[in-house]
Structures are given as C-alpha cells and as structure tokens.
C-alpha cells in the first residue's frame, strides 16, 4: 500500500554537490559549520562556498583565507586596511558582498575606499561601516556605490562639510546615517537637508557635532521622513542648542519613532510639549542630562498614544507625582528610566513594574 512504503536508505556520500550546498546553508551556527567542515575536504570546501559572513581577526591571512568564501554577503574586520591593493582583492573575491564593516582605528587608503570598485566593483553594495577610521575619503569614492542605503561614519576623522554635501548630491536611496562627532556645520546641514536623500533617510545621527547650532536643526524641516533622530551633546557652551532648533527640527516631522535629546542642557519643558503633541508615532524618548526639563515637560506626555520608552537620568526637578500623572495617562509606557539621587525615596508601588532607578555617582 501506498501508506506502507519506505524511505529508501541513502548514504550522505551519495548526495550531490547542490544539495549538501542546500543542507548547509540552513547550519547558522558558527560551531556547527566549524565541525561540518572539519568532516572530509569536500565539506570543507563546501562549507566554504555556502558561507555568507566573514570575521577577519588580521589583515595577513586576507589573501590565503579569502578565496575560500566567494559567496560572501558581509565582510567585518576592525583591523588597520591601509592598502588599496587589499580592498582591490576583497572586490574582485567577493562580487556578491553587500555589506562592508571596517569599524576600527588607523586609516584607510588615501582614496578610502575606492579599491572596492575595481574591477566590476561590488554592484550590489548597499551597507558600508567605517565608524572610527581616519581618512576616509568619502569625496573619492562614494560615486562608485549608488544603491548605499546605511551609511556609518561614525567618530571618524576628516568628515566635514564637503563630505556631507556629497552624501546629499550622490546618495538616492540612503535610509541610515550616522555622523557622530563630525566636523559640520550649519552650512553642511543644510546641504545634506536639501541633498538628494532626504527624501529617502529613514535614521540620523547628528551626535556629538559641537559646530550645530539651532539655525542649522532648522533646515531639517526638509527631512519628512525621518523616524530616528539623534541630537545628543549637538552644539558647544557658546552655540548650544536650544527649544527653537529643536522646535524647528522636528516641526515638519510626523513620523519620528525615536528622539534622543540627551544633554541639551538648553532645551526646557517647552520642547516637551511641542514633541509630545506634534510626534503622534513616538515610541523612544532619550532625555538624559536635559536639566531643564522638570516635571512640567514630564506631564505633558500624558495621554501619549504610542510612547514606550522614556529616559530621564539627570534630569531637572520632578516628583513621584509627576511621574505617576504621566504613567497613569499613557497607556503604550512600557519602560522609563530615572536617576537616584535626586529622587531618593522608593518607587511607588503601582508604578514600579516600569520604573527602573539608576545610582549616579
């Protein structure tokens, strides 16, 4: 009977190429791929060409180790890359690699990274780190990759105004942007607001950029798409930043999910109200260090619809009252974050589950 018929018994030896392929790309964990190419040479060999990530832990074995996985995807090594002959090579090995994380210290090529288009280049390139290099270049090569859609120049080193006005001109489909600690300007601001991505930048980092003042957060009023904007530390004790660029910032802006607003200092309860009432879809709020905001700025998310998460370490005067008047009328609260001291005595009861107290020393 057809119900009673058995499997037919086969030997692994007698499976094909293409389906031991099939039957390791479903192995996702790195030890268990370690062991299946430890088994025999073809499996090796297959474990290799089935691989889709790749951890260089030093740049001397690039060239021996490298042709082993053509099919790479994403490519990750924090070591120094200063040769442009290297990234020539990571190119022409690997034609199917889509994300590239350089994080680290050192420098990269004088020309950055334009060794990864040699050649046919890497069409498909769409993810690209380089958070903490120095010399990057971007002005080089950044016309070499126009399906970019994440972009981390994050802490490094000689990204200024003409880079960020190339970002704007040459990136179509740039959805993440992370410019921590850039050497910009208001002018640079500018630029990128009116560049070619805004239209397309989902997430911003602006973090930490000491030369931003207010007149430069308002030419953000032309990035309507924004749902991730980092303002952290932005501006210096001459030019801080305050409610008006904040305001301006956000006042075209519908869709932000997340705001992180620490240590603004110059940013009060007035801002709070306006992001309360004009950021319907906010999920994340960051306020630490805004020592202006009390319990005013507190209330006013009261009645919240989407609101999830707020940070309010060393933050300005408030009370349990405050707290529990906003909790009580936003229902989406499921986390909030507050220091002690100030607010030294124990947290109420009927707020507790969400609350969570950090020690500043």
Known sequence: MKGNRKLKKVEISELTEDLLCQILRRVSDPGDRKWVSEVCKQ?????GLTRRSLCLLKISPLRKVLPRFPNLVTFQTSVSISKEADLEFIAQTCPKLKAINLYGEGSLPKNGLYGLSSGGGLPKLSKVSVRGRSCVGIERWLDRFPNLTY??????WGVDDNAVEAIGLLCTCLRYLNLEHADISDDGLRLLAHGRCSKTLKTLVLARCYDITDLGLSHLQN???????DLESCGDEDTDVTDTGVIAA??????LKKLNLGRLTDVSDQSMVYVAGNCPNLEILDLTGCSNVTGAGVR?????????SLVLRDCGEFYWSDIGHMVLGCKSLKSMVLSTPPMNDSVPESISRIVTLIHEW
């Open 250 to 255: 956000i006042s075209s802006n519908r869709s």
């Open 300 to 308: 006013a998310f009261s009645g919240h619809r989407c609101l999830e």
């Open 223 to 229: 990035m309507q798409c924004l749902e991730e904007l």
């Open 151 to 156: 972009l981390d120049l994050g802490r490094c």
């Open 43 to 47: 499996w090796f060999a297959l474990e």
